[in-house]
């Protein structure tokens, strides 16, 4: 069956202007047989003496999102790679070439390679709602269509630098104002698209963007915005490939004529493809969109609309997860203890949204609109009329449960009730609530209007109803959820108890703070886990400690530094000190390494008996993900996660994880599970017997199997 016979492309001819439909949802995915379809469609057209002009338009909700992701799979090969993009290019060009106009009407998304087939069109006309871009770069590849050549034609070097490294598309009418588009239709797009087209095959007029140079006339100005954006991008990409060679192939246009700028595209495009940077962050798009299938509960359980909320605590997380609501369009009340509490917390969040308008990202009126959607109070007034509750008090058991009990009583029994707890047992604070059946996890990351994960934990009485909502509610505040089961520390704190210890160990053995926080973010992360520390705050991991210590259990077994406690017993507490693992200067946030901390790390290894030597950079990465994922494999054989995709999404948006190694459970397999097994037997003659092979690891390495399912 071909594309057109299944329907995925039609055409019909309209007032004397063939339309070419593309009808494969849910985005229009140029899947198998369906570029082909469209350039043989306009052939047709070309021949076809009704037809004065040709208008290329998706059906549905969008026209097309790119090509069909899950095609690069197939691609093995640099050869393969390089004819399959040899095949595109030349079709996009026969496609440049049509004898009758052919304009490209957009609705919904022009991303990737629909946006290089609008491109290849002589025209593009627009609802401005729309929007187009080369988001490749987050599949750790570049445009592979053209798209490098093309889009500087249309609106010049710095703009398609732009796209094509940060991935982000533009709306229509910013891509009216640059060039890539002609027009905004207002109002039918196919009607405006066929008068536009009918306009053009009136006037005898066809434009290829290929022939086009104006834009890209100034090739030094050009060259030298290539080598500003190199420049940002060595801070920024945090070891991405792909941005990089997005722009050498938009030098290449710039430096090479059309055909020779394609050459190169493709060649750079198939250095892309094959790589783990790719396979890992296209692991990463799908692993996104499966986190929201539940084996228990199916797509058609129905998800209770949030149209109001409440938010029970006005701290850090408290003021953050009011914002999460209040950005999303939802009212939210937010209660606390005390009017002084209650005006801190408020002043906190007003200061943050005039960050925002400081940095132009945000209106003024935009940011007055928002704000009062927040409605303060130290009252449980209102709360008869919300759809959920979200507390957000201190990391301690007995005040939740006094909140769940005081929350149970005041709201419709219907509403949710959910703890953005991190750490403590979900069912233990919903029987505090007289209906766990309506209680939640709803565990937000810090700053929580910023971070995209939502880690929702299931209680053991949890209805599939409060699930389904919770993941709707999620995508509503622009979050990615996923579920999680209900253990101390659920997925996220869980393992990155393993991650801390093994950076505590490490200090104490001779790595120094500085030396173990470049390793990581030259691994990729944003910050290293002694930054980071610094940012959360060295008291919050020391309150969850003691906590701990008095139900007699540690987060993570093996030796337990008290490094952290110490610098805590000396008001070390981070950045909100100006002191923790590093020093700051006032009002500074930049990191000052202080060799007191590494002293007190060398006192504690002296207590331990450990002898201090010099590590490499290449064990501190091995052993800290070596315990992640030997970690992860526990939590998914005691099934606290569905899938090891789940746990790479949890690290990725919980924890600044670098997409582009796709994740621990992703990452452990590119190293492969027998390595993985290797490190951690080697690690339990090094340092001890804590360190324990998960029975999961051991079974899946000795089978060649991987924790993502695919054969090793
Ligand atoms: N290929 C395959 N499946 C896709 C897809 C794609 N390009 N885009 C979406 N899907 C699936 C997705 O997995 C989900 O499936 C469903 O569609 C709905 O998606 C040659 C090489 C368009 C903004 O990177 O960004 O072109 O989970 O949940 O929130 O140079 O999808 O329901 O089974 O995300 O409304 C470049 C990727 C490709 C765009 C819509 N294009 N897509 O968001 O829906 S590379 C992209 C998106 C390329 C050329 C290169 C978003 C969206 P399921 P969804 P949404």
């Given at each position: ?8 492309v039609r055409s ?7 339309v ?10 140029l ?5 082909e379809?469209?350039s043989?469609?306009?052939e047709?057209a070309c021949?076809?003496?009704s037809?004065?002009?040709?208008v ?6 969008t ?8 095609v ?5 090969t640099?050869?393969q ?8 290019h030349?079709?996009l060009?026969?496609l440049?070439?049509?004898s009758k106009p052919l304009?490209a009407?957009i609705h919904g998304?022009?991303l ?14 627009a609802?401005?709602s ?15 269509a053209?798209g490098?050549?093309r889009?500087?034609?249309l609106?010049g070097p ?9 991935g982000?598309p533009?709306?229509a009418?910013?891509a ?5 588009v ?5 109002g039918?797009l196919?009607?405006?698209?066929l008068?536009?087209?009918k ?10 963007t290929?022939d086009?140079?104006d834009?890209?006339?100034d090739?030094?100005?050009g060259v030298a915005a290539?080598r500003?954006?190199r420049?940002?991008?060595?801070r920024?990409?945090?070891g ?8 050498d192939?938009?030098?290449a246009?710039?430096?090479m004529?059309f055909d ?7 060649e750079?495009?198939a250095?892309c493809?094959?790589?783990?940077e ?6 990463l ?10 084996p228990?509960?199916?797509k058609?359980?129905?998800a209770?609309?949030?149209t109001?909320?409440?938010?029970v ?8 997860i009011?914002m999460?609501y209040?950005n999303a369009?939802?009212p939210?009340?937010?209660?606390d203890v005390?009017?002084?509490a ?5 002043a906190v969040i007003?200061?943050n ?8 990202r945000?209106t ?8 009062a959607?927040?409605t ?8 008869a009329?919300?759809d959920?509750?979200?507390?957000a ?9 006094g909140?769940f009990?005081?929350?149970?009583a ?6 949710i ?5 991190s750490t403590l047992d979900?069912?233990?604070?919903a029987?505090a ?8 996890g709803?565990?937000?990351f810090?700053?929580a209007?910023?971070?995209k994960?939502?880690?929702i ?6 209805r599939p109803?409060?699930?389904?909502s ?5 995508k509503q505040l ?6 999680v089961g209900?253990?101390?520390?659920f997925v ?8 801390m210890?093994e950076?505590?160990l ?35 991991g020391?309150r969850?400690?003691?906590h701990l210590?008095s139900a007699?259990?540690?987060r993570a077994?093996?030796?337990?530094s008290?490094?952290p406690?110490?610098?805590y017993?000396?008001?070390r ?26 002293a007190?790390?060398?006192e504690e ?5 450990v002898?201090?030597?010099?590590i ?9 993900m ?6 992860g494999?526990?939590?998914?054989e005691?099934?606290?996660a569905?899938?090891?995709g ?10 600044g ?8 459970m992703?990452?452990a397999d590119?190293?492969g ?6 490190r951690?037997?080697?690690?339990r003659?090094?340092?001890?017997d804590?360190?324990?092979?998960a029975?999961l690891?051991?079974?899946?390495a ?8 695919d054969?090793?």
């Amino acid at each position: 069956m071909t594309a057109v016979s299944a329907g995925l492309v039609r055409s019909d001819v309209r007032d004397r202007v063939a339309v070419i439909t593309i009808d494969n949802p849910p985005v229009n995915a140029l899947g198998a047989g369906v570029p082909e379809a469209i350039s043989e469609s306009v052939e047709r057209a070309c021949d076809d003496p009704s037809a004065d002009a040709i208008v290329l338009i998706g059906a549905g909700t969008t026209f097309i999102a790119g090509a069909d992701i899950n095609v690069f799979r197939q691609l093995k090969t640099r050869e393969q790679s390089l004819e399959r993009s040899q095949a595109v290019h030349t079709r996009l060009k026969k496609l440049e070439d049509a004898s009758k106009p052919l304009v490209a009407a957009i609705h919904g998304h022009a991303l990737g390679g629909g946006l290089e087939f609008a491109m290849a069109c002589h025209y593009r006309v627009a609802v401005a709602s729309a929007n187009v871009g080369q988001p490749e770069v987050h599949l750790g590849i570049i445009p592979g269509a053209g798209g490098t050549q093309r889009l500087p034609r249309l609106c010049g070097p710095s703009l398609a630098l732009e796209m094509c490294t940060d991935g982000k598309p533009v709306g229509a009418c910013r891509a009216h104002e640059a060039g890539i588009v002609d027009a905004i239709v207002d109002g039918d797009l196919l009607a405006g698209a066929l008068t536009f087209a009918k306009a053009r095959a009136a006037a005898g007029e066809r434009r290829r963007t290929r022939d086009l140079q104006d834009r890209i006339a100034d090739r030094e100005s050009g060259v030298a915005a290539c080598r500003a954006i190199r420049a940002t991008l060595a801070r920024t990409a945090r070891g991405a490939r792909a941005p990089f060679a997005a722009v050498d192939a938009i030098e290449a246009c710039l430096t090479m004529d059309f055909d020779a700028g394609s050459r190169r595209e493709i060649e750079l495009f198939a250095d892309c493809v094959l790589s783990i940077e790719s396979k890992a962050m296209r692991h990463l798009f799908f692993a996104e969109r499966e986190a929201s299938r539940i084996p228990d509960v199916p797509k058609d359980t129905p998800a209770r609309p949030i149209t109001r909320a409440a938010v029970v605590g006005a701290g850090t997380m408290g003021g953050g997860i009011a914002m999460a609501y209040a950005n999303a369009g939802i009212p939210v009340l937010l209660k606390d203890v005390d009017q002084q509490a209650l005006d801190r917390g408020l002043a906190v969040i007003r200061r943050n949204y005039e960050s925002t308008v400081s940095k132009g990202r945000m209106t003024p009126e935009a940011m007055n609109r928002t704000l009062a959607r927040i409605t303060p109070t130290t009252s449980y007034e209102g709360f008869a009329d919300v759809d959920i509750v979200v507390e957000a008090v201190f990391e301690n058991m007995d005040l939740k449960k006094g909140t769940f009990a005081e929350i149970g009583a005041v709201t419709p029994s219907d509403a949710i009730l959910a703890s953005n707890t991190s750490t403590l047992d979900i069912d233990e604070i919903a029987a505090a609530s007289g209906r766990p059946a309506q209680v939640i996890g709803h565990h937000f990351f810090s700053p929580a209007n910023v971070m995209k994960l939502l880690e929702i934990v299931r209680g053991r009485d949890t209805r599939p109803e409060v699930i389904a909502s919770s993941l709707k509610l999620a995508k509503q505040l622009g979050k990615i959820g996923v579920v999680v089961g209900n253990c101390f520390g659920f997925v996220a704190n869980r393992m990155l108890a393993y991650y801390m210890r093994e950076a505590y160990l490490l200090l104490e053995e001779g790595a120094s703070v500085s030396q173990i926080d470049t390793a990581l973010t030259g691994f990729g992360y944003p910050v290293g886990p002694f930054g980071m520390q610094d940012i959360a705050g060295i008291d919050v991991g020391w309150r969850i400690r003691q906590h701990l210590k008095s139900a007699g259990k540690t987060r993570a077994e093996g030796p337990q530094s008290v490094v952290p406690d110490r610098l805590y017993e000396m008001g070390r507490y981070g950045q909100k000190t100006g002191a923790g693992w590093y020093r700051y200067e006032s009002g500074s946030r930049t990191r000052i390494p202080d060799p007191l901390v590494d002293a007190v790390a060398a006192e504690e290894a002296a207590n331990r008996g450990v002898t201090r030597r010099t590590i490499p950079d290449e064990e501190i990465i091995a052993r800290i993900m070596t315990a992640l994922a030997n970690e992860g494999a526990r939590v998914l054989e005691e099934g606290f996660a569905i899938r090891a995709g789940d746990i790479d999404v949890v690290y990725v948006n919980g924890f600044g994880y670098p997409r582009h190694r796709g994740g621990p459970m992703f990452y452990a397999d590119s190293v492969g599970l027998p390595e993985v097994l290797a490190r951690v037997k080697e690690y339990r003659q090094q340092f001890g017997d804590y360190w324990q092979p998960a029975p999961l690891l051991e079974k899946l390495a000795s089978e060649g199997g991987t924790f993502h399912g695919d054969a090793a």
